[in-house]
């Protein structure tokens, strides 16, 4: 009798003893994952109304690009507060195509002399990540303190803007300038993701031109299923001459295939690693997050009271499905 209570009493020890949660295997994972880098890795995400997670959260992450995608909205929206078009034509100059920079519009029309509709503009800045286009946005608009303000109005008080592109690469140091929190950065992206910040026709076109996005293909995209679109806004910052790089970032809205969308944020800050290793923590941390969302999709349908859709078309994802390969 007294061998079967203590084989009974170990089995309530190993048997009974609490499992962790999937919820909590989830973050088990990720926090693993962002611990296998010689980093500082910061991850948030926005699962579902109400559903937030964060690692590593703080608020000085470099952005490096990724604020390409805040100058983008405080431009549209400056757009719509005065009525203009995206197609109101800005003129490009010579002395705008710096070299030394990473400019695709500069290497295919690098004499300068001619203007282009803003929309285009915005089609270099966000989908290949142009950063003398950056910096001519930057100066229609006033410079980053234009965009911190915009920023800081919408309440994200972790999120600091304040030096363009010229200026990180003149002074690598100045990267530290613009920094946010990710969980700063996929509170934005949830608001946009939902039409709060932009009219419908802004909204459109931001949302096209960042499922159009060529910058890290193996980044947040890189282990996800090919009928999954990401929307993002990739950010790559400077080595400096220990070969430590300020940042290697990804934040963007992926939509799984039955409509269903979260946001999410991968932020590397003073990495020893290598550009491929960088951009495979980033694609293992997505890839994880996108299998626990696979698993725990809410049942949602058109007569639930709060539930608001992705203003995004079918038809545009489709359009930007298979993007070509560009650098990073």
Known sequence: MFRTLFAFGCWLAVGCSPQPTEREALERDLQALADSAKARVGIAAVLDEGDTLT??????YPLASVFKFH????????????????????EVRRSDLLPDTWSPLRDARPDGGYALPLS??????????????????FRFLGGPEYVERYIRGLGLADTAIAADEETMHRDP?????NTASPLDVVRLLERFRRGELLSPASNDLLLTTMLATVTGPDKLKGLLPPDVRVAHKTGSGIRDAKGVVAADNDAGMVFLPDGQAYSIAVFI????????????????????????????????NDLQPGVVR???????????????????
């Open 55 to 60: 690692i590593g959260n703080r608020a000085d």
């Open 71 to 90: 100058q983008a909205l405080a431009l549209l929206d400056s757009l719509d507060r005065a009525g203009a078009s995206p197609a109101l034509p800005i």
């Open 120 to 137: 285009e503009l915005l089609h270099y800045s966000i989908a290949q990540s142009d950063n003398n286009v950056c910096d001519l946005l």
């Open 173 to 177: 140091t100045a990267q530290y300038a």
């Open 269 to 300: 800050a003073d990495s020893h690693e290598n550009d491929r290793t960088n951009a495979a923590v980033i694609a293992s941390i997505s890839k994880r997050i996108y299998d626990y969302r696979l698993r725990h999709r809410p049942i949602k």
């Open 310 to 328: 992705a203003p995004v078309r079918a038809s545009e994802i489709r359009r930007f499905s298979n993007p070509p390969r560009r650098p990073r």
